[in-house]
């Protein structure tokens, strides 16, 4: 079946704009993550989704950071005024039902803010 | 929070060799993840395994739980097992004290011809 999808792959984006970056996770999966992968480092948490309700959001660097999921499946996470050190890859996984379970991840946006 | 020491942090090796990757964490956990990161930024799920032995083809992992490690081995390496190699895990306890996944800082292996 097919796997986590995120749009799009590569934004570029001038200091000061705002994007918005979707996740699909797969079909039927309760729960979902958002990540973010800064040049040479592990994946580092953002928040955390169990179907439409955020469960943790501790992970969220500022409040210029924002996620939502409405109806427990497609998620997106919006950044506001973006600045350069939003630079990363944003990444979305998701799992069957518990944070525990297996999580998998989607190839991830890359966002450049120039 | 938990911390994920991963070793070493990189590792050159010829095609044909085998080697050992190996995760530390600081807590006791209910998810832990080995994932490889291909080129393209991907990755990709080698094993889930909180506790025991497993093992896929040319790789193989174990985690003691008891002891707070786990590894990873890769046997026959090949030019396409280049890449990152993360080591991941949830801290046990509630569902919501604890939802993240905390990745070490990776293991940069390079295979060569």
């Known amino acids: 079946g097919a796997g986590v999808s995120q749009s799009p792959r590569y934004k570029v984006a001038k200091r000061g704009q705002d994007v918005a970056l979707r996740c699909d996770p797969i079909s039927g999966h309760v729960s979902l993550f958002w990540y973010q992968q800064a040049l040479g480092q592990g994946p580092e948490f953002l928040t955390y989704f169990q179907n439409e309700a955020q469960l943790d959001k501790s992970g969220l660097p500022s409040d210029r950071f924002f996620a939502e999921r409405p109806e427990g499946s497609v998620s997106t996470l919006k950044i506001q005024r973006t600045q350069q050190e939003d630079s990363a890859v944003y990444l979305c996984a998701s799992s069957l039902v518990l944070a525990s379970y297996e999580q998998y991840f989607g190839p991830g946006t890359r966002l450049t803010v120039t | 929070g938990i911390q994920v020491e991963q070793s070493p942090p990189d590792l050159i090796l010829q095609e044909g060799a085998n080697s050992t990757l190996r995760c530390n964490f600081s807590?006791?956990?209910?998810?832990l993840q080995w994932f490889h990161q291909n080129p393209w930024g991907q990755l990709i799920n080698l094993f889930y395994i909180p506790s025991g032995t497993k093992q896929n083809g040319r790789l193989s992992a174990t985690t003691v739980a008891t002891e707070r490690y786990s590894l990873l081995y890769i046997s026959s390496s090949q030019t396409t097992d280049s890449g990152v190699y993360f080591c991941?895990?949830?801290?046990?306890?509630?569902?919501?004290?604890?939802?993240?996944?905390?990745f070490g800082e990776g293991t940069q292996l390079t295979v060569n011809p």
């Open positions: 807590d006791s956990v209910n998810n």
């Open positions: 991941a895990v949830k801290k046990g306890g509630r569902e919501t004290s604890g939802s993240r996944l905390t």
